[in-house]
């Protein structure tokens, strides 16, 4: 193959990643999860370090993921285009620490590195199933997770090159960082015990003595694993509502059936992302099923799965660990833990060393190495999926055409056709939007989906339909489930808005009224103070003056610092606390 300077390799990556992402740069706010992570952000109180990394109880737990988004509103106010820059940036840096593992994976196997480093880097580069993970600002878990799981096998590699412990620890480290940024990285901790488990074979005599060799540091990766969910358990010592999903998507059934039926939708689902690995095209948004025939692959991955074991060698390693990285694919799938239940960027962690296992593969064949038709091969390989990457960029750059690229692929995905609506209602389109409400109506029936209602009660709105938008809402709230908070949320606002039109004063009564109770629920349903607040400026506004000034104190007295309605609730404290006094 071809020679180039280290220095001119490098320069590619940079050139030819950057140029492949720079259409996303100029995305705005995507509707999916961005826009209430904007939202959250810009409502959250002054970044308290302590409350972030010891929460008490959620969901997820990424505090060092979270902390970047507060960097993001540091530094640059979350701009759109400089939080998609900076995912782009961090996917940069993946490609180029790649690069660099690769060139110690290259070392500790005593294969001529060459440009197989650069080949590696830029197949992660534009695997095109990495574009959601970078083109989405929400995708940024991966990234960094992926920074941190590529530093850590950096690191081992190197710590065999360099018979180093401390680049060993450093490994570990890293590891833990990556479980803080996405909880999904632990996977990692089996792949790298394989990997430790194929270096020590390359050292030694027979297996057995590899076996025991691995032992110490397989206890020590194994005991990282377990610092981890030490710590999350103690962070969120009162409610962790991710583990607990997990494991319930982890048990098993009661059932001969559904215990059948488990191992064929694994079979399917790892089939399918089989197929996603090596033929990545075409791309979708919002994959919610896919055909029983990749039940097929899948039992080939188990069939390929054993071939590695009984083979092992570190290439066989690092296919493993891909494989490991990837197990979150079924956590999801029967936890259903995300709202879409099978997605392109849960491959992002498993391409990190699925690429480097390739170039090992290929790198050991002399025959091949030295081949014009590989080289034909790789390079085709890589102008097509830079191609895709580029289009698929462009196509993220305007949230419109990604949600219709969505829809058109999956047709009865709900939510997409939910976000269309809304954007086309933005957009003061709101006659698709309403054609798009009405049909998604019909098609749902009698089963609940609260997003449409609040989205027909926002068109609503928009024709000062105040009376008939209310109606929507309140109907929905009453069977409104675990959605109770948004559609209440929504209510609220349709009548802080139809107040501000003055209606009658009976009908301002009510709205005042119901929107006390409402705020009354939503505050005793989460602690979020900023609820207190708006509940205390619907007391003064409803002339419940005792309880406003109640309220307006616990706020006033709760929050941090230099939270922004800090101030205002500690000024309508002292106001209403000596009018009381001067009433007296």
Same mark, same amino acid.
């Not at 196997?109 to 197989?116: E, K, T």
């Given at each position: 193959m071809m020679k180039l300077s280290v220095r001119m390799q490098l320069l590619l990556i940079v050139l030819i990643t950057l140029a492949v992402y720079y259409p996303v740069i100029h995305s705005g706010i995507a509707p999916v999860d961005d826009l209430s992570l904007v939202d959250s952000l810009l409502n959250a109180d002054i970044l308290n370090l302590q409350k972030l990394f010891l929460p008490g109880s959620g969901y997820y737990y990424r505090p060092v993921a979270i902390l970047s988004f507060h960097l993001d509103q540091f530094l640059w106010g979350l701009a759109p285009s400089f939080m998609h820059l900076e995912n782009v940036l961090l996917h940069l840096l993946n490609s180029l620490l790649l690069y660099g593992a690769v060139v110690s994976l290259c070392r500790v /196997?005593?294969?001529? +590195?060459?440009?197989?480093p650069l080949i590696a880097a830029l197949l992660f580069a534009l695997h095109p199933v990495n574009t959601e993970s970078v083109c989405w600002i929400s995708g940024r878990t991966d990234l960094i997770a992926g920074s941190f799981i590529i530093g850590a096998l950096w690191c081992i590699l190197a710590s065999f090159n360099q018979r180093s412990n401390a680049l060993m620890a450093t490994a570990i480290g890293l590891f833990f960082l990556a479980c803080l940024t996405k909880e999904t990285a632990i996977f990692?901790?089996?792949g790298a015990v394989l990997i430790v488990l194929a270096l020590k074979r390359q050292e030694a005599v027979?297996?057995? /003595?590899?076996?025991? +060799?691995?032992l110490v540091p397989a206890v020590i990766w194994l005991c990282s694993a377990f610092a981890y969910l030490g710590w999350r358990a103690f962070a969120l010592a009162h409610g962790d509502s991710g583990i607990q999903t997990a494991l319930r998507a982890g048990g098993l059934i009661d059932g001969q059936a559904a215990y059948l039926d488990k191992i064929r939708i694994a079979l399917k689902v790892t089939g399918f992302y089989l197929k996603k690995i090596f033929l990545p095209l075409p791309l979708n948004f919002g994959i919610i099923d896919v055909h029983d025939g990749y039940v097929l692959l899948g039992c080939l991955l188990v069939v390929i799965f054993i071939y590695l074991l009984w083979r092992f060698n570190l290439a066989s390693a690092l296919f493993l660990t891909s494989f490991c990285l990837g197990l979150q694919v079924l956590l999801v799938v029967f936890g259903q833990m995300t709202w879409t239940p099978i997605a392109e960027r849960y491959l992002y962690l498993s391409t990190i060393t699925f690429v480097p296992g390739c170039i090992l593969l290929l790198g050991q064949k002399e025959s091949l190495a030295n081949s014009q038709w590989l080289q034909i091969l790789v390079v085709s390989v890589l102008c097509v999926s830079g191609f895709a990457v580029q289009q698929r960029s462009l196509l993220w750059s305007d949230p419109v055409l990604l949600m219709e690229d969505t829809v058109e692929k999956s047709p009865d995905f709900v939510p997409a056709w939910n976000n269309l609506a809304t954007l086309y209602?933005?957009?003061?389109?709101?006659?698709?939007?309403?054609v798009?409400?009405?049909k998604m109506s019909k098609k749902l029936g009698d089963r609940q989906y609260s997003a449409v209602d609040i989205n027909r009660a926002d068109?609503?709105?928009k024709e000062e339909n105040f009376a008939e938008a209310r109606t929507v809402l309140r109907e929905?709230?009453?069977?409104?489930g675990k959605n109770y908070s948004k559609v209440a949320d929504s209510l609220v606002k349709v009548n802080l808005m139809w107040l501000g039109k003055k209606p009658s004063e009976e009908m301002m009564f009510v709205l005042r009224r119901e929107n006390v109770e409402l705020l009354e629920e939503l505050s005793a349903r989460s602690s979020d103070p900023f609820l207190r607040y708006?509940?205390?400026?619907?007391y003064l506004t409803n002339q419940q003056l005792d309880e406003a000034r109640e309220s307006f104190r616990q706020v006033y007295e709760t929050v941090p610092d230099g939270t922004f309605y800090k101030a205002p609730a500690g000024k309508l404290y002292r106001f209403l606390a000596e009018s009381t006094s001067s009433a007296n």
């Open positions: /196997s005593r294969l001529n +590195s060459g440009i197989w990692f901790v089996g027979n297996l057995l /003595s590899a076996f025991k +060799s691995t209602s933005r957009k003061g389109e709101t006659e698709k939007a309403q798009i409400l009405d068109l609503l709105v929905r709230l009453n069977n409104a708006r509940l205390a400026k619907a």
